[in-house]
């Protein structure tokens, strides 16, 4: 049998202020980092799909804005990510578009 201490009590965090999100993927990097990836911002059948990427560390439940470099992925939600190497995700598939009106 599985047991588990997860709470579903929100965790108080400092840093960057990210917006409410769906669709984006949460890719742990390090044991104790996480990279997020895009996701689409609103409700309602008005949203916009996101390109950002945030650095959370667990030991300081910080968030930090990262500014990535080269190539980078187009804004997307309900898409893939995993990490392959150290300091290097792939992230595949997902939705493009946006739902502004």
């Not at 990262?66 to 150290?86: D, F, K």
Request: some cysteine.
């Amino acid at each position: 049998m599985l047991s588990s201490n997860i709470n579903n009590e929100p965790v108080e965090t400092i840093g960057d202020s990210l917006q409410p999100r769906f669709g984006h993927t949460i890719t742990s990097i390090t044991s104790q980092k996480v990279i997020l990836f895009g996701g689409a911002t609103g409700n309602a059948g008005k949203y916009a799909m996101t390109g950002d990427t945030y650095l959370f560390t667990t030991p300081s439940r910080c968030w930090i804005k990262l500014m990535p470099q080269g190539i980078l992925p187009s804004p997307r939600a309900a898409h893939a990510a995993t990490a392959i190497e150290t300091l290097q995700m792939v992230i595949y598939g997902g939705a493009m578009g946006s739902m502004l009106n």
